[in-house]
C-alpha cells in the first residue's frame, strides 16, 4: 500500500476553489423554473383561505400551488421503512408545524417567485398547540432506535440506593439546527414519465427511492445527481418537503423547476437535534468502582412522526457497570420532525454521561481519567461479546501526556492567569461502526489510466479522494492515474452517507473491484504468448507502480498499457461488498477517543474562551492522513459549538423559531476556535471489513462538548447542566 493513508490534497480541491464544482441549485437548463415555498406561521391548525389571485396575475408567474389544486403525491411514510419522513406536500389544508409549506408560486426569474410568494396571503383557524417541552406528557415510543427504549441489567435501584457515593442529577441540551453553507437545493426535470432530480443530499439512492414511492413510479424511471455538497451533518440525510415539491412542479409544468431555501427556511422542514433532558444517575464504592447507572432521556418528536435521538446509547456499553437502566422516552410537539445530526444520540448523550462521570469524580476526590481507567470496559457490557478493537486506554495517556494533564491541580478555581479562571476538563468519545452493503466498478483504459465509480457522496469529507486511493492501491498503480466519479444513481449502489458509514462501505467495494480488474488484466497477460507473464499465477506476480512483475524475476514483467494495448480495450473490473453478520455477532464494533480541553474565563464578566483542546481517536486504518485530522477537528469544533454557542431559541406562544438566521443562531466562528490537535492512535483492526476502516466523521464531536463544560467547573466550581454553556449561567 503506496496511496492509502498518505496525507494527500483533495483530488476536487482545485474545482472547488475556481468554481468549476458544480453544485446543486447551479444546474441549469433550457425554460428553467424557479419556485419559492410560503410557510405557515402558526404552529397548528387549518387553513381556512388561502388568496391567490394577486400572486398569480403577478409578472412571470407561471402557477401557484396550494392544497386545492396541488397535484396528487404520496405524503404519508412508508410503512416499510423505518427513516422515512411524512412529507407535507399540499395534499391537505392541516398545518402541523410552523413553517411547513402551504403554497408553492413558481415563476420564470427567481426574483419573480420570491416578489408574487410574498403577495399570497393566508387565513388560517389556528387550534390548541404544544410546544412547550416541559409540559408535554412523555409516552415509550415503539421506534427501537439504537435498541430498547428501556434496558436493564442487574438491580440497579437497589444498587444505587446502597452506593457509598451517589450523583444524581438532570442535564439538558437545546435544539439545535443544522447550518451547512451549501442551503438545501433541489433542480427538477421530467422526461415523459422518467425524473431527473439534482439535490443536495446525503444519499442519493435513498433519495431515488423516496421519489419512486412519492410519485408512484418504478426506481428505474428516477436518477438522482449530486456530485458535491455543501456540508450535510445529518440533515441532507433525508428527502424533504421542498425537493418532492420542485418534481411535483416540474411535472405538471412540464418544464424545469429549481427550488432553493433561504436561511430561514432552513429552519421548517428539514429537521434538527431534538431537545433532551437526561438524568444520569451513578452510584460507586469508595474505590471509584461503578455499581450502578441510570440513564433516562426525553427529547421530543413531531405530532405526527416518530423520532428517537438514542442518547443512552452509548452509556450501554461504555463503562464496566454491573446493574444499569436506560429508558427512552419521547414528547410530541407542534414542531417539524427531527432528525440525524452529527454523532446523533452520541452526542446529546455523552455530555450527559460525561458530565455525571466528572461529578462522580469530585465527590470521590479522584482525578476523573483515573475514575474513566477504573471503569474500563474489557468487552461491551451491552452485548457481552470483545470489542473488534479498542485503543481506548492508548488514547486516554497520549492525549493526556500531550495536554499535560499530570499538572492540573484539581480544586475547582485553583489554575489562574491574572484575571483569568483557567479550568481544564475531559472526556471519553465514542462512535459505532457502521456498514452497509455498496457496489463499485473500476474500469483500466489501454493506456492505462483507471476510472472508478460508485454512486456514494462526498460531503467534504474527502471521499474522491480517499476512494481514488483505494483503487490505486487495489490495481497497484499510482493515485495520480486514478480518476474516481460519484454523486449518480446511474453509477454503482450504494449506502447513504450517515453513521459514518460511506468510508468503511465503500473502501471495501472499490478495492475488491480493483482487484477484480487486476486480475482481469493479469489473465490476460498470462493467456498471451507474448507476454513475459505467460502462464503466471495471481500468487507469482506483484504489482505496483502500474507494472507487473515476478516475483521470482522482477526483471520480467510489463505494464497495464503493455498489456492491455495488445488487447484492443479496456477491462473493468466491478464487486459488491457487505458486512458479514456473522462477524457482527462475534464483535462489537466502535471507535474510542479521549477529549481534553483548557477554557479560560473572565473572573468579572465570565467570558468563556475554549483556549486548547487536544484529542486522541483510535478509529481503525487511516485512509488519508489530511482529510481524517479535517474530519476530526471538524467534530472538535462542532463540539465548541454545542458547548457554548448553539441554541434554536422558540417563542412557546406561537411556536416560531426567533434566531432564524445566521445573525442571531451563533455558531463558533474563527475567533472562537484555537489551535485544535488531534491525535490519531494507530489501529489495527482486521474484523470491521477487509481495510479496516472505521468512519470518523462524527466521533470528533462526541464527549467534547462535556470536556469543555468540565473544564468550565474546573475554573469556576460552577456546574452548568443546560447546554449552551454562556457568561449568564456563570453569574
Not at 393 to 409: D, L
Not at 507 to 514: E, L
Not at 526 to 545: C, E, F, K, M, T
Not at 602 to 610: E, L, S, Y
Amino acid at each position: 500500500m503506496s496511496a492509502i493513508g498518505a496525507p494527500l490534497d483533495r483530488a476536487d480541491g482545485r474545482a472547488k476553489i475556481t468554481g468549476t464544482a458544480r453544485y446543486s441549485a447551479e444546474n441549469a437548463f433550457p425554460r428553467l423554473a424557479y419556485g419559492a415555498l410560503v410557510l405557515s406561521t402558526i404552529p397548528a391548525g387549518r387553513v381556512e383561505r388561502i388568496e391567490t389571485d394577486a400572486a398569480q396575475r403577478a409578472p412571470g408567474v407561471l402557477a401557484v400551488y396550494t392544497h386545492e389544486n396541488a397535484p396528487y403525491a404520496k405524503q404519508e411514510k412508508d410503512p416499510n421503512e423505518q427513516v422515512w419522513r411524512y412529507l407535507p406536500l399540499l395534499q391537505d389544508d392541516e398545518v402541523r408545524y410552523d413553517r411547513q409549506p402551504v403554497a408553492l408560486v413558481v415563476a420564470d426569474t427567481y426574483e419573480r417567485a420570491i416578489d408574487a410568494a410574498s403577495l399570497v396571503r393566508v387565513t388560517y383557524a389556528a387550534t390548541g398547540a404544544s410546544t412547550d417541552f416541559s409540559r408535554a406528557e412523555p409516552f415509550v415510543s415503539p421506534d427501537a432506535g439504537k435498541g430498547p427504549e428501556v434496558d436493564v441489567r442487574g438491580e440497579p435501584d437497589a444498587a444505587l440506593a446502597s452506593a457509598a457515593v451517589r450523583v444524581d442529577n438532570v442535564y439538558t441540551t437545546p435544539q439545535v439546527h443544522h447550518n451547512p453553507m451549501e442551503p438545501h437545493a433541489t433542480v427538477a426535470l421530467w422526461e415523459g414519465d422518467s425524473l431527473t432530480v439534482y439535490d443536495a443530499n446525503q444519499g442519493v439512492f435513498p433519495a431515488r427511492q423516496r421519489l419512486a414511492y412519492v410519485f408512484d413510479i418504478p426506481v428505474t424511471q428516477v436518477r438522482v445527481v449530486c456530485p458535491f455538497v455543501g456540508g450535510g451533518f445529518g440533515g441532507k440525510g433525508s428527502v424533504w418537503p421542498h425537493t418532492a415539491l420542485a418534481a411535483m412542479a416540474a411535472r405538471a409544468l412540464k418544464r424545469p423547476v429549481k427550488v432553493v431555501l433561504d436561511r430561514p427556511q432552513m429552519f421548517g422542514s428539514c429537521g434538527y437535534r431534538p431537545i433532551t433532558e437526561q438524568r444520569v444517575a451513578l452510584g460507586a464504592d469508595r474505590s471509584g468502582k461503578l455499581v450502578s447507572t441510570i440513564h433516562e432521556v426525553k427529547s421530543n418528536t413531531s405530532m405526527f412522526d416518530l423520532f428517537v435521538e438514542p442518547s443512552s446509547a452509548i452509556t450501554r456499553m461504555l463503562y464496566d457497570v454491573p446493574n444499569l437502566r436506560v429508558k427512552q422516552t419521547l414528547v410530541r410537539l407542534n414542531f417539524g420532525t427531527p432528525t440525524f445530526m452529527r454523532a446523533p444520540g452520541e452526542s446529546s448523550g455523552s455530555f450527559a454521561l460525561e458530565s455525571a462521570m466528572d461529578e462522580l469524580a469530585y465527590a470521590l476526590a479522584l482525578d476523573p481519567l483515573e475514575l474513566r481507567l477504573r471503569n474500563y470496559a474489557q468487552i461491551d457490557p451491552s452485548q457481552n461479546i470483545p470489542f473488534s478493537s479498542k485503543s481506548l486506554r492508548t488514547c486516554y495517556a497520549v492525549a493526556a501526556e500531550r495536554f499535560g494533564w499530570s499538572n492540573r491541580t484539581p480544586a475547582p478555581g485553583s489554575m489562574r492567569a491574572g484575571n483569568e479562571l483557567i479550568g481544564w476538563g475531559m472526556a471519553t468519545a465514542a462512535y459505532p461502526t457502521n456498514r452497509s452493503k455498496a457496489s463499485a466498478l473500476v474500469r483500466v483504459a489501454a493506456d492505462g489510466s483507471v476510472h472508478a465509480q460508485a454512486g456514494t457522496q462526498d460531503l467534504g469529507t474527502g471521499s474522491y479522494t480517499v476512494f481514488a486511493q483505494v483503487a490505486a492501491d487495489g490495481l497497484g498503480v499510482p493515485v495520480e492515474r486514478v480518476r474516481f466519479e460519484l454523486g449518480d444513481t446511474n453509477m454503482p449502489q450504494t449506502p447513504v452517507s450517515g453513521g459514518s458509514q460511506t468510508a468503511a462501505s465503500v473502501g471495501p467495494a472499490v478495492f475488491a473491484a480493483a482487484h477484480d480488474a487486476r486480475d482481469k488484466v493479469l489473465a490476460l497477460a498470462a493467456a498471451d504468448q507474448r507476454s513475459p507473464l505467460r502462464g503466471a499465477a495471481p500468487g507469482d506476480v506483484v504489482v505496483a507502480g502500474g507494472r507487473f512483475s515476478l516475483r521470482s524475476d522482477p526483471s520480467k514483467g510489463e505494464t497495464y498499457a503493455e498489456i492491455l494495448s495488445r488487447s484492443g480495450g479496456e477491462i473493468e473490473g466491478r464487486a459488491d461488498a457487505a458486512p458479514d453478520p456473522e462477524t457482527k455477532k462475534q464483535f462489537a464494533m466502535h471507535a474510542f477517543g479521549a477529549q481534553f480541553a483548557e477554557v479560560r474565563i473572565d473572573a468579572d464578566t465570565r467570558t468563556i474562551r475554549v483556549t486548547r483542546m487536544v484529542s486522541a481517536f483510535g478509529s481503525g486504518h487511516i485512509l488519508n492522513a489530511k482529510t481524517a485530522n479535517s474530519q476530526y477537528i471538524g467534530g472538535m469544533t462542532w463540539a465548541i459549538g454545542m458547548a457554548l454557542h448553539e441554541a434554536t431559541r422558540t417563542d412557546v406562544r406561537t411556536g416560531r423559531v426567533m434566531n432564524a438566521t445566521l445573525g442571531e443562531y451563533l455558531v463558533p466562528v474563527n475567533a472562537d476556535v484555537p489551535a485544535l490537535e488531534a491525535i490519531v492512535v494507530d489501529e489495527d483492526d482486521p474484523h470491521v471489513n477487509p481495510l479496516g476502516v472505521k468512519g470518523i466523521g462524527e466521533i470528533g464531536i462526541v464527549g467534547g462538548a462535556a470536556a469543555i463544560a468540565n473544564a468550565v467547573y474546573h475554573a469556576t466550581g460552577k456546574r452548568v447542566r443546560d447546554l449552551p454553556i454562556q457568561p449568564d449561567k456563570l453569574l
